[in-house]
């Protein structure tokens, strides 16, 4: 059982930056791939980054260059930087847990936190 739990959401200017911070339990973290996905009002839920247990990174396309992915296996945490923010970026930011490789699909993803909002303003 792993539980989730998000950090670091709030309100930015366009261009700005926001480090979003993911906190698991579970004394088998590091067997875990992790995941961001967003959620924007009206849209389904959007794979955003993902990485697995040796810290291989995965980004979307959309925030390819402006988003980082990174894990301290040490501390049970999960980490996105996001810089260069967008109003299209404003959504509900989600963590996610599954054992093996990481997916883009949420529904292959075992277990979620209960999201943070990030706003980004024009």
């Known amino acids: 059982q792993v539980q989730l739990v998000e950090s670091g959401g709030g309100l930015v200017q366009a261009g700005g930056s926001l480090r979003l911070s993911c906190a698991a339990s579970?004394?088998?973290?590091?067997?875990?791939?992790m995941a961001w996905f967003r959620q924007a009002p009206g849209k389904e839920r959007e794979f955003v980054a993902g990485i697995n247990w040796s810290s291989n990174s995965y980004h979307a396309q959309s925030v390819k260059g402006r988003f980082t992915i990174s894990r301290d296996n040490a501390k049970n945490m999960v980490y996105l930087q996001m810089n260069s923010l967008k109003p299209e970026d404003t959504a509900v930011y989600y963590c996610?847990?599954?054992?093996?490789?990481?997916?883009?699909?949420?529904?292959?993803?075992?277990?979620w936190g209960q999201g943070t909002q990030v706003t980004v303003s024009s």
């Open positions: 996610a847990a599954r054992l093996g490789s990481v997916k883009t699909m949420d529904s292959m993803y075992e277990y």
């Open positions: 579970g004394r088998t973290f590091s067997r875990y791939s």
